[in-house]
């Protein structure tokens, strides 16, 4: 299929799961303690969700190509030093756009 077909499939797909999101992500609501009565309706309510995952389909720009420890190379150093500080399976030097994504949205890394 040639790619300028494909843009607007993968556009629409992209769309819907946009404006359907609400749904399917799994987050909290930041709670404001007032004695009024919210009317969690609004749109407004809608920027006091924050998420509490981030779950990343990957490609070159997220896929640090986590594997099993006894058949990678990246569970052994130099791989991590960089970040998280020691060998975790990661075959990049550091940090990728989706570790900035997770902590911009202030969300804990899974590398312990």
């Known amino acids: 299929m ?3 077909k494909l843009i607007f499939p993968v556009l629409i797909f992209f769309l819907f ?3 359907t999101g609400k749904q399917v992500v799994q987050g909290r609501l930041a709670h404001h303690h007032h004695h ?3 009317h969690h309706h609004t749109p407004r309510h809608l920027f006091n969700f924050r998420p509490s ?4 389909f990957g490609d070159s720009y997220a896929d ?3 594997n099993r420890k006894s058949e990678a190379n990246s569970w ?3 791989y991590g030093i960089t970040f998280p ?3 975790a399976g990661r075959f990049s030097d550091g940090r990728v756009l989706t570790d900035y994504l997770g902590v911009s949205l202030s969300l804990s890394h899974s590398l312990q």
Not at 53 to 56: C, D, E, G, H, I
């Open 85 to 87: 500080g020691k060998p």
């Open 53 to 56: 995952k981030l779950f990343v």
């Open 64 to 66: 640090t190509g986590n």
């Open 36 to 38: 009024h009565h919210h």
């Open 17 to 19: 799961f946009l404006l």
């Open 76 to 78: 052994k150093y130099p």
């Open 2 to 4: 040639d790619t300028q």
